[in-house]
């Protein structure tokens, strides 16, 4: 329950930051670090991707399986488990990237995608134990 | 757990899950309301916490390039939309450079605004953001040019906004999309950091034109004709072809 939680805010910053590489909001609400720096380097794209977007279809994702993981039906499946630590494994790998960007590379920090790294590692936790019970055979 | 626990249990999570979608939705429907009914930003942001670090200047400041991003030679060029002579850059001379070091992958153009007046009145700045705007189209260089063959126009006109939206109508621009930017503060970050970053060089005019190797120090022109571009450009490619 708390990984969908999680997702689910998640998506909601993903979209923030979608919508701001779009210019569907003015000037980032950004209190620590330098977002706007971050958000303007090159290294907020993939070719033509915004990072953001890739955030949105991860974090969508991770939310509709944990969501699907506790229907009553979903006990003993395979596929749920799998794709909840699959998932948070690859998120958090790509997070720890960026943050290693936001570090190393852009030397600016963006308190939106610190809050998503965040987000990310506490979901993988939470998949841990949701999988297992997802997991468990009925 | 019994399947009366299992079922409260659910609903509670589903109150929790659902008033956090209400607040992010809402929240996020707020910021592109104000956004969409926003004013748009016709001067600098201050930069002033960023002025002494170079680097982070840099990192802030972001150029409009053409051209191969492998070729051996930079031009780097710092521009106003109020001032004549970058319209005479532009107009003139950018084409020859275009033909004949542009596309042909020997150079690269590094396109910087450099706004001279940045007073909500000249429109300069606004005419950065909105060349910037139409760069989110992908017609940057069709909007850019458009700006300096109407550059006495506007200047005189106090509806500066209708003017720049009426051409990007002219270079095909999909019209909400770029009121939507034009009306809001989108480019004000970049346009001010290119400022403070021609500032920190010291230029003192535009078109101010540098030439370098890629990787190595440019050096400022005297002027900003072809001729000239062309000499240096030159003079940087023999120098490659020797080593």
């Known amino acids: 329950m708390a990984l969908a939680i999680l997702a689910l805010t998640g998506l909601l910053v993903s979209l ?22 971050v ?29 699907a993981g506790l229907q009553p039906g979903s006990k003993g499946s395979r596929l749920i488990p799998l794709a ?55 | 757990m019994s399947e009366r626990q299992a079922g409260g249990s659910l609903r509670g999570f589903y109150m929790v899950f659902g008033a956090v979608a209400l607040i992010g939705i809402g929240a996020l429907g707020y910021n592109l309301v104000s956004k969409a009914m926003g004013t748009p930003a016709t001067t600098l942001v201050n930069l002033e916490e960023v002025r002494d670090d170079m680097r ?19 031009v780097v060029v710092f521009g106003d939309y109020l001032c004549n002579h970058c319209g005479e850059f532009s107009l003139r001379e950018r084409p020859r450079l275009e033909e004949e070091y542009i596309s042909t992958g020997k150079a690269r153009l590094i396109f910087y605004d450099f706004v001279l007046d940045p007073t909500p009145e000249a429109g300069a700045f606004l005419a950065a953001r909105a060349a910037r705007c139409a760069g989110d189209q992908g017609r940057f260089w069709e909007y850019h040019d458009r700006l300096y063959r109407s550059q006495i126009t506007w200047a005189m006109e106090s509806d500066k906004l209708g003017s720049f939206e009426e051409y990007g109508e002219d270079v095909g621009l999909d019209g909400r999309e770029f009121k939507a930017c034009l009306n809001s503060d989108r480019y004000a970050q970049e346009v001010s950091a290119n400022w403070e970053m021609a500032r920190a060089l010291g230029l003192g005019g535009t078109p101010a034109v540098l030439v370098g190797a890629e990787g190595g120090m440019s050096r400022s022109l005297p002027n900003y004709y072809f001729e000239t571009i062309k000499r240096a450009i030159e003079e940087i490619l023999s120098e490659a072809a020797a080593n």
């Open chain 1, 16 to 37: 923030y930051m979608l919508a701001y590489s779009f210019g569907l909001v003015g000037q980032l609400i950004c209190g620590v670090g330098n977002c706007e720096a």
């Open chain 1, 84 to 138: 909840l630590l699959g998932g948070g494994i690859i998120g958090v790998a790509f997070s720890a990237y960026l943050t290693y960007l936001e570090a190393f590379v852009i030397r600016a920090w963006c308190q939106w995608c610190v809050i998503s790294a965040i987000l990310m590692v506490l979901a993988l936790l939470a998949a841990i134990p949701e999988a297992k019970r997802i997991g468990e055979s009925k």
């Open chain 2, 56 to 74: 982070l200047l840099r990192d802030m400041a972001v150029p409009v390039v053409k051209g191969d991003p492998e070729a051996p030679v930079m």
């Open chain 1, 39 to 67: 958000q303007s380097s090159p290294y907020s794209r993939m070719g033509p991707i915004p990072v953001a977007a890739l955030g949105v279809v991860g974090y969508l994702a991770l939310m509709a399986f944990s969501l």
